[in-house]
């Protein structure tokens, strides 16, 4: 099912020569990641904010649960889709547990749901609980980014629109964020439509994968399959599709593991935890030889990595 549909949506600003966002038609999958990766100026972030309607369309809809958003009350449509951004945006002068509970107030909840709510985030983030008194000058960056991500799931929203979210922060902090949203997700299964012009981010963090440039949708695929099937020297050259090595040390099993086979038995197999690398997984084949390795997730089997379903897929291609 798809969260969020686009059908023949295009934004033209008034006095430009070419429209930002060029008559794009694509379906975000629900419960997944989906990156929107380009160069400066390709219709990413214009794509994005269209779904809050932070900008309106030229022409198109876009569908939110197969409802039009233009149906819907714009402050009510925001009240219920998570957002977040690269400045982080927290009000300065209210806590951080004041911050988080922004929407849930604007919704009217009780006082003890919301303060339940803020302890819950702020253990979901891994801040301790003493920090819901502090005010956001008094955190690192990367700990505003993380409340920022409270902040946007407050009310529980099943979709979230991340803005080049960590782009401000230093590498070690960003790498550290990228794993906790991925931890995150895994337990929360959000509808995430996330911009970056970061290839390794993209990489990373993807789902699916959506190439624009000139504000045209160029390919979308997964990432391996995209590293693999580039549709054009763009696409190609923006991947830098040419290094192996590189690809699967990016790539997540779990975009390209199989389900359980009930024919093979888990327990006699090398194992490795969701989010591992694939080149994690090709290590672990080519030393013991095993042709098979066993996705796990809570240290339960939860699907298969083949050798053979790496070739398939095209990350070991020639």
């Not at 380009?38 to 214009?46: A, E």
């Not at 779904?51 to 009350?73: C, F, M, Y």
């Not at 003890?112 to 000058?137: F, G, S």
């Not at 192996?244 to 490795?272: A, C, H, Y």
Request: glycine fraction near 6%; aromatic fraction near 4%; charged fraction near 20%.
């Amino acid at each position: 099912m798809s969260a969020i549909k686009f059908v023949n949506v295009s934004k033209q600003y008034p006095g430009t020569p070419a429209p930002a966002v060029d008559n794009i038609t694509l379906e975000i999958p629900e419960g997944s990641i989906v990156v929107l990766l380009g160069p400066s100026g390709c219709g990413k972030t214009t794509l994005l904010k269209m779904v809050n309607r932070l900008h309106e369309p030229t022409a198109g809809k876009i569908l939110l649960d197969g409802v039009d958003i233009q149906s819907i009350l714009v402050n009510q449509l925001r009240r219920n889709i998570g957002y977040v951004i690269q400045q982080v945006g927290l009000f300065p002068h209210l806590t951080i547990a004041k911050n988080i509970a922004v929407v849930p107030e604007l919704l009217g909840w009780e006082r003890q749901r919301i303060n339940q709510r803020v302890d819950e985030l702020l253990d979901l983030i891994h801040l301790p609980l003493d920090y819901r008194n502090r005010y956001p000058a008094q955190l690192s960056g990367g700990q505003q980014q993380r409340v920022g991500l409270a902040r946007a799931l407050a009310a529980d929203p099943q979709v979230m629109l991340m803005d080049e979210p960590f782009g401000a922060i230093d590498a070690i902090t960003r790498a550290s964020l990228q794993d906790q949203l991925l931890e995150l997700q895994r337990r929360l299964k959000k509808t995430i439509l996330f911009v970056t012009h970061d290839v390794e981010e993209a990489l990373k963090i993807a789902d699916e994968i959506i190439v624009l440039d000139k504000g045209r949708l160029v390919q979308k695929d997964t990432p391996c399959n995209l590293l693999a099937n580039p549709a054009s020297d763009f696409v190609r050259q923006l991947l830098n599709s040419d290094d192996r090595i590189r690809q699967l040390s990016l790539v997540r099993v779990e975009t390209v593991m199989q389900p359980l086979d009930p024919t093979i038995q888990p327990n006699q197999l090398p194992r490795v935890p969701i989010g591992t690398d694939l080149k994690q997984v090709l290590s672990i084949m080519l030393a013991p030889k095993a042709d098979v390795v066993v996705v796990t997730h809570d240290e339960k089997p939860v699907g298969l990595i083949t050798f053979e379903e790496l070739r398939k897929v095209g990350c070991l291609s020639n």
